[in-house]
Structure formats: structure tokens, C-alpha cells
């Protein structure tokens, strides 16, 4: 099996910033594609950013030229820096990552999640 620890996130003002981290654990083998997604009260779940295991990056629109996502291969974390941040940023943010293990093909795994809270 593979863990995701979230950390980071929380309340901050209009115009910040915050950093989320997410590390990855386990019998892992190998990790393909990393993903951020955030989930606002009374709202589906969407994608806001994603770095796949070759380096390519994509962004929701709402948060490009704001966010950044990045990985820590040697130590399996993911990261997403958060700029700028608006009251509509507001969410729950989950990471997401295909991995292997020693013992079973690619699955996909979620962190617990962590809400980030902006302040008008």
C-alpha cells in the first residue's frame, strides 16, 4: 500500500501565500503522474494541477500563472506553492499520484486532504 501526509495549508489573507506538501510512502516501486485537486463547499471535485512522471506540468485556468507544482523524486513529495491566492481558493485540496508497489500494478492513492482558507 502507499501513503499521502498532506501538510501545510490554512487560513491566510487575500494576496498571500501558502505551500502544500504531500509525501509519498510505502513499498513503492515506482510513482507515475502527481496531481493536485481541491474540492469548495457544494462543488465537485476538480483538477487544479498535475506533473507527470516525464516533467510536463498542466494547470486548471482559474490558477495558472499563481500556482506551482513540483516533486521531490529522492524524497516521493509533491508540492504545490500557492500565490497569490484568492477568496475563491478556498477549498479542500487533496493530492493524487499513480503508484506501484513491490506487490501490486499502479493504483491510484489520495492524501487525506487539508483546507486552505482565503480571507477577503
Known amino acids: 500500500q502507499v501513503q499521502l501526509v498532506q501538510s501545510g495549508g490554512g487560513l491566510v489573507q487575500a494576496g498571500g501565500s501558502l505551500r502544500l506538501s504531500c509525501a509519498a510512502s510505502?513499498?513503492?516501486?515506482?510513482?507515475?503522474?502527481m496531481a493536485w485537486y481541491r474540492q469548495a463547499p457544494g462543488k465537485q471535485r476538480e483538477l487544479v494541477a498535475v506533473?507527470?512522471?516525464?516533467?510536463?506540468?498542466n494547470y486548471a485556468d482559474s490558477v495558472k500563472g499563481r500556482f506551482t507544482i513540483s516533486r521531490d523524486n529522492a524524497k516521493n513529495t509533491l508540492y504545490l506553492q500557492m500565490n497569490s491566492l484568492k477568496p475563491e481558493d478556498t477549498a479542500v485540496y487533496y493530492c493524487?499520484?499513480?503508484?506501484?508497489?513491490?506487490?501490486?500494478?499502479?493504483?491510484?492513492?489520495w492524501g487525506q486532504g487539508t483546507q486552505v482558507t482565503v480571507s477577503s
Open positions: 510505502g513499498r513503492i516501486s515506482s510513482i507515475g503522474a
Open positions: 506533473l507527470t512522471s516525464s516533467g510536463s506540468t
Open positions: 493524487n499520484c499513480d503508484a506501484r508497489t513491490y506487490s501490486t500494478l499502479y493504483n491510484t492513492y
